[in-house]
Every structure is written in C-alpha cells, then in structure tokens.
C-alpha cells in the first residue's frame, strides 16, 4: 500500500520559512513522481509544486514560484518543499501525493494527513 506522511508544518511568521517533508512508506518513492497540494479553509485543494521521478524537473504554481523549492533524496526516500518568504495566504493544510508529472495530477485514492501551515502574526 502506498503511504506517504507529510510533516514540517508549524506556526510561522509572515516572510519566514518552513520545510516540509514528505515520506514514503511501503514503496520506493524515487519511481515515482511527486506533487505538493495545499487545501485552505473553505477553499478547494489546489496543486502547488510537482517534482519528476529524478527530480530532474519541477513545475510550480504562479503563486508560489520564487518562494518555493521543491526537491528529493531518494536516498531517504523523501521530498521537501523549502518555503521561503511566507505570507498569510501561504495558510493551508499540505499534502503531498504520488501524481502524473504531466498535468501534477494526483493519482492517489485518498489523502493522508497532511500538516498544518499557518502564517500569522
């Protein structure tokens, strides 16, 4: 069964930064491509950073990009988003995902727990 566990969220001030992780759990994660997702209150899930299964390209949403890294060691078979430069609107629950590199499509049929960004003075 293929398990991923996010975690690396946390309060933060507007314009400072957090890295998130995510890990695999039962596979190997560098066959895999993975994305980013955000979901905020009362908002849809949105995709925000999608990683190939190299991590030889990325793709970022305009929101995000100049703020973001995302990146793997699949030697610890996991991938992080460095966030830099926070805002309020950053504010979500994160999630991450097995997805289809071409589109960031998600291709998981349920979401783990994600982890809690929020960005507040």
């Known amino acids: 069964q293929l398990q991923l566990v996010e975690s690396g969220g946390g309060l933060v001030q507007p314009g400072g930064s957090l890295r998130l992780s995510c890990a695999a759990s039962?596979?190997?994660?560098?066959?895999?491509?993975i994305g980013w997702f955000r979901q905020a209150p009362g908002k849809e899930r949105e995709g925000v950073s999608c990683?190939?299964?190299?991590?030889?390209?990325?793709k970022y949403t305009d929101s995000v990009k100049g703020r973001f890294t995302i990146s793997r060691d699949n030697a610890k078979n996991t991938v992080y988003l460095q966030m830099n430069s926070l805002k309020p609107e950053d504010t979500a629950i994160y999630y991450c995902?097995?997805?289809?590199?071409?589109?960031?499509?998600?291709?998981?049929?349920?979401w783990g727990q994600g982890t809690q960004v929020t960005v507040s003075s």
């Open positions: 039962g596979f190997t994660l560098d066959d895999y491509a």
């Open positions: 995902a097995v997805i289809r590199f071409r589109g960031c499509v998600s291709l998981m049929t349920s």
């Open positions: 990683i190939s299964s190299s991590g030889g390209s990325t």
